[in-house]
């Protein structure tokens, strides 16, 4: 079992930042995958970004290229997600998600575990 714990949502204006972050409870090198994914009112689960954390391998969703960085702390069992330039679009529930096992990660769209979710809301 991998427990995920998200900090850091929030509500900002448009143009502004907000870090999320997420801690795992085990050793992040012991995923495949951890990454970060959304879901708007009315609009289905999508994947935001993601990391490899055994050798940093990113991946992201074309409409946060170049706004958003994720990033991975080994020593604190950690990702954040540093999200730049906001946009009303980006007002989602962001949930932390974790894949251990085969079949699972960014490429598959699957992850087999999750947290709560942390509330991120921009205002124009």
């Known amino acids: 079992q991998v427990q995920l714990v998200e900090s850091g949502g929030g509500s900002v204006q448009a143009g502004e930042s907000l870090t999320l972050s997420c801690k795992a409870s085990t050793d992040l090198r012991r995923t495949n995958s951890m990454g970060w994914r959304r879901q708007a009112p009315g609009k289905e689960r999508e994947g935001v970004a993601a990391?490899?954390?055994?050798?940093?391998?990113?991946y992201y969703a074309d409409s946060v290229k170049g706004r958003f960085t994720i990033s991975q702390d080994n020593a604190k069992n950690t990702i954040y997600l540093q999200m730049n330039d906001l946009k009303p679009d980006d007002t989602a529930m962001y949930y932390c998600v974790a894949a251990t096992g085969g079949n699972l990660g960014w490429i598959y769209n699957e992850y087999n575990y999750w947290g709560q979710g942390t509330q991120v809301t921009v205002s124009s």
């Open positions: 990391v490899d954390p055994s050798d940093g391998t990113t």
